[in-house]
Nanobody
Framework: QVQLVESGGGLVQAGTSLRLSCAASGRTFSSYAMGWFRQAPGKEREFVAAISWSGGSTDYADSVKGRFTISRDDAKNTVYLQMNSLKPEDTAVYYC?????????????????WGQGAQVTVSS
């Protein structure tokens, strides 16, 4: 069992940066592929970024490519999402997720564990 807790959300202005963290419990964190999803009001939860269990492979949604970076620190059982050049359309609740037995997962159904979410609001 893995528990995920996001932190680092907040209210920022467009063009600035924010870093989300996701702390995981459990000794098997290093064997999980990890991902970030987001959900804006009235919209479906959508894929943002993913990283393989080794950290050697990543994938991004086109809407964040070049602005967001996902990384992981297995010694700290933590995955990060560095968000630069934020836009008002990035406003959403951001969820961290963990997937067993996969390389890089971009679909919601591939994930086994989810955090409670962190609100990110970008003002124009």
């Amino acid at each position: 069992q893995v528990q995920l807790v996001e932190s680092g959300g907040g209210l920022v202005q467009a063009g600035t940066s924010l870093r989300l963290s996701c702390a995981a419990s459990g000794r098997t964190f290093s064997s999980y592929a990890m991902g970030w999803f987001r959900q804006a009001p009235g919209k479906e939860r959508e894929f943002v970024a993913a990283i393989s269990w080794s950290g050697g492979s990543t994938d991004y949604a086109d809407s964040v490519k070049g602005r967001f970076t996902i990384s992981r620190d297995d010694a700290k059982n933590t995955v990060y999402l560095q968000m630069n050049s934020l836009k008002p359309e990035d406003t959403a609740v951001y969820y961290c997720a963990g997937a067993r037995g996969t390389w890089v997962a971009t679909m919601k159904h591939e994930y086994d564990y989810w955090g409670q979410g962190a609100q990110v609001t970008v003002s124009s």
